[in-house]
């Protein structure tokens, strides 16, 4: 009985001695203190991203971007492999863009990207399939498909879009304001908040070229931007052009 006593004891205190080993579960404060980048710290400047008359700063087709009466013109009358962007020469992290977005022809979404890189090789005969220009990132999309999309990524970034679809217009002008601050991701469109994300993997944020997205289709489309003023490490920490 002594023996079956002691036995006994020495699970107990083996028990309790295990338990104490394990560590706390994380509070629910550390894990959005965790999930919460801060915005970066850089100079804050306001550039013109487009002078209304040239596409001087960016690279895209030729043939498939122009620009006309003070408006970028995204259209293709051939089918896309791809979709295609009109990138940005120079590189992004923390960023306020203010523009207008127009879809002519097509029901097929646009879109703003932004924290990834260029990636023609998605295709193995970029040449051919018209891949030079293809960008892997995050998207910001309109209007059709309102949302965000991680691209050549996860996909669907789980983002709703019915804020967005309740203001958007599909075949008018939009004004939109993209705000990215550490991982975070803010948007407004014709005056309302439509979203505001953080990126739940900080590690996949890149710092990188700001693109306007011409859709793979099948059919023409037609896509208009214009404006395109950017702050860089913005001062204000809010959306400026919410009512």
Known sequence: M?????????????????????????????????????????????????????????????????????????????????????????SFSDFRVIFSAKLV???MHSGISFWGEVRPGVSKEPEKDRSEHTYAGHLVMFPSGYGMYDLFGRNGLGVDGGPAKKVGKQHDWNDIE???????????????????????????????????????NSIPQEIHFKGLSLETFPKEDRLITVK
Request: charged share 25%; proline share 7%; hydrophobic share 35%.
């Open 178 to 216: 993209v705000l990215t601050q550490g991982n975070r991701v803010r948007v407004a469109i014709n005056g309302s908040a439509v979203v505001d994300w953080r990126d739940p993997e900080p590690k996949r944020i890149k710092v990188g070229p700001i693109g306007l997205q011409l859709h793979s």
């Open 2 to 90: 002594r023996r079956l006593s002691l036995f006994l004891a020495v699970i107990l205190i083996g028990m309790a001695q295990s338990q104490e080993k394990k560590p706390s579960p994380p509070t629910k404060s550390a894990n959005k203190v965790a999930l919460e980048l801060p915005p970066l710290k850089g100079e804050s400047k306001s550039l013109n991203l487009f002078d209304g008359k040239t596409l001087d700063g960016w690279s895209g087709y030729q043939d498939l971007w122009s620009v006309k009466d003070g408006v970028i013109i995204a259209k293709n009358t051939k089918p896309l492999k791809f979709s295609t962007y009109l990138l940005t020469k120079d």
């Open 105 to 107: 022809e097509s029901e």
